[in-house]
T-cell receptor, first 114, second 114 residues
Framework: EAGVAQSPRYKIIEKRQSVAFWCNPISGHATLYWYQQILGQGPKLLIQFQNNGVVDDSQLPKDRFSAERLKGVDSTLKIQPAKLEDSAVYLC????????????FGEGSRLTVL | AQSVAQPEDQVNVAEGNPLTVKCTYSVSGNPYLFWYVQYPNRGLQFLLKYITGDNLVKGSYGFEAEFNKSQTSFHLKKPSALVSDSALYFCAVREGYNFNKFYFGSGTKLNVKP
């Protein structure tokens, strides 16, 4: 079974530039999550999709971050314009959506903002 | 509100000795508890989960965890540590409702020395 795919693995940009991250969840997983992990900290939920609908984006900085999940499968997370404090690993995860299932994580996309 | 606490930023143990990584939780309703491991520059990998049943849960790589309802704890254990167990460990709790949100602890760095 293929895992959660993310790209790019690494990205370096200058502040005020834009960046986009892509995620392809495990086939059949209804729930998709984007987490931000700053070095030395636990993952922080940015946005959660159930199929193609947003169920939680309360911690997404909406003035600069946006995300979409077209057709309930792939998802894209965009940052525009980037700030220095956005330097982090962006983790995508998916789950079946049942209340007992675990999350399956991708390898992450490491963003460095200079 | 749901929350997870990992009171130790770092745990040091000698190879061959038993290890314990601590986790306490706060949830309303039944707790669904998880442990994940993260190696450098990798995503989080699922180790084990407690949903219901036996309080001692066995997982990957020889790890196990003990659920203690009265102490609201879910400590991760291994009888004999390996140098290769050195990594970052995260405890998480999942809501069984409200679209299955996950809450992660801040992580504990495990150092196993030869």
């Amino acid at each position: 079974e293929a895992g959660v795919a993310q790209s790019p693995r690494y990205k370096i940009i200058e502040k005020r530039q834009s960046v986009a991250f892509w995620c392809n969840p495990i086939s059949g997983h209804a729930t998709l999550y984007w987490y931000q992990q700053i070095l030395g900290q636990g993952p922080k939920l940015l946005i959660q999709f159930q199929n193609n609908g947003v169920v939680d984006d309360s911690q997404l900085p909406k003035d600069r971050f946006s995300a979409e999940r077209l057709k309930g499968v792939d998802s894209t997370l965009k940052i525009q314009p980037a700030k220095l404090e956005d330097s982090a690993v962006y983790l995508c995860a998916s789950s079946l959506g049942t209340d007992t299932g675990e999350l399956f994580f991708g390898e992450g996309s490491r963003l460095t903002v200079l | 509100a749901q929350s997870v606490a990992q009171p130790e930023d770092q745990v040091n143990v000698a190879e061959g000795n038993p290890l314990t990584v601590k986790c306490t939780y706060s949830v309303s309703g039944n707790p669904y508890l998880f442990w994940y491991v993260q190696y450098p520059n990798r995503g989080l990998q699922f180790l084990l989960k407690y949903i219901t049943g036996d309080n001692l849960v066995k997982g990957s790589y020889g790890f196990e965890a003990e659920f203690n309802k009265s102490q609201t704890s879910f400590h991760l254990k291994k009888p004999s540590a390996l140098v290769s167990d050195s990594a970052l460990y995260f405890c998480a709790v999942r809501e069984g409702y409200n679209f299955n949100k996950f809450y992660f602890g801040s992580g504990t760095k495990l150092n196993v020395k030869p």
